[in-house]
């Protein structure tokens, strides 16, 4: 059996979690499955896997196999498809880590037209809001509201994210709402960022003369951000979140967010792709950043 065939054999048990549903997924007997795994490692000399009755998980070696295995599959993919014109239907499986809300109100519920464009293409997609390095933690491309200057990493730009200044109409009623960047020295601020970080209570805006920011009070601090959202509805303070996310809180009553200080507006997000620069772009991961970046457009949020 070739080297490739190995590789494709042996992400295969760590995607399927499993020797059998590997070989049914492969349509190999299980004996072949687990001869070939065995047969790698013996030629590499590490074990590759945790074995259990019921599932196997990769050892230390195994997870730094892992995603050098995946880039000589996908490498070799790309070759056999490198005169085909890419007329062929777009195949394989597509790992995408973007911001929670991102996913949940833009992403998924738009989903349906990118599968039905490339019913043979799987996503798997993760909704974290930390930043994750794409190429420790195997994944093929990351969306964030982030430009970033890594050398290992190729940032492309979508477009700015228009942010806004909110607080709960509930929170407004109790503290009067701030009329100007001097007002806010009277506010709270939901803190949002990692443990200890510390910009987490940093307001930002853009006035007639230019940047203006403010260290405020907070009253907790978040890590994600629908904890982040949550706790401006319960009024513990003023939040900065994409304008679009307004929408989904325009309903009436004391969590209702309301946009304060708009002559103040809170400098864009810029949204971008990351992902690998030692990774060629496979034709599954041009037809998804093609996708995303006129659903986002279209979506009017992006200027």
């Not at 911001?99 to 990118?114: D, E, K, M």
């Not at 701030?178 to 601020?189: A, K, N």
């Not at 910009?199 to 405020?216: F, H, K, N, Q, V």
């Not at 325009?250 to 990774?279: A, H």
Request: proline share 8%; net charge negative; with cysteine.
């Amino acid at each position: 059996m070739d080297t490739i065939r190995q590789y494709q054999i042996f992400i295969q048990i760590l995607e399927s979690g499993n020797f059998t549903r590997a070989a049914e997924t492969l349509g190999l007997p299980r004996s072949t499955v687990s001869t070939t795994l065995r047969t790698l490692e013996d030629r590499l000399g590490e074990q590759l896997l945790h074995r259990t009755t019921r599932q196997v998980s990769a050892t230390p070696q195994g997870e730094q196999f892992l995603q050098l295995a995946r880039d000589v599959v996908e490498n070799a993919q790309a070759a056999e498809t490198l005169f085909q014109g890419g007329g062929g239907p777009v195949r394989g499986r597509l790992r995408v880590n973007m911001t929670s809300q991102l996913a949940a109100r833009i992403v998924i519920p738009n989903l349906h037209t990118f599968q039905a464009a490339h019913p043979a293409l799987e996503l798997e997609l993760s909704a974290s809001d930390r930043l994750i390095d794409p190429v420790l933690e195997g994944v093929d491309l990351v969306v964030r509201a982030a430009e970033l200057t890594d050398s290992d990493l190729i940032c492309r730009k979508i477009g700015d994210i228009p942010m806004a200044s909110c607080a709960s109409r509930a929170y407004l009623d109790q503290r009067g709402a701030p009329r100007t960047p001097d007002d806010l020295d009277q506010h709270v601020i939901v803190g949002y960022g990692p443990t200890g970080h510390p910009d987490a209570r940093l307001w930002e805006g853009i006035g007639p003369s230019g940047p203006i920011s403010r260290t405020l009070r907070s009253l907790i601090s978040v890590d994600n951000t629908e904890a982040y959202t949550a706790a401006a509805q319960a009024a513990l303070g003023i939040v900065q979140i994409p304008r679009i996310h307004l929408v989904a809180h325009t309903r009436d009553g004391p969590g209702q967010l309301v946009e304060v200080l708009p002559d103040f507006p809170p400098p864009p997000m810029p949204l971008s792709f990351v992902y690998p620069r030692r990774r060629r772009a496979s034709p599954r991961l041009n037809v998804f950043m093609d996708w995303l970046d006129a659903l986002v457009r279209s979506e009017e949020f992006v200027i």
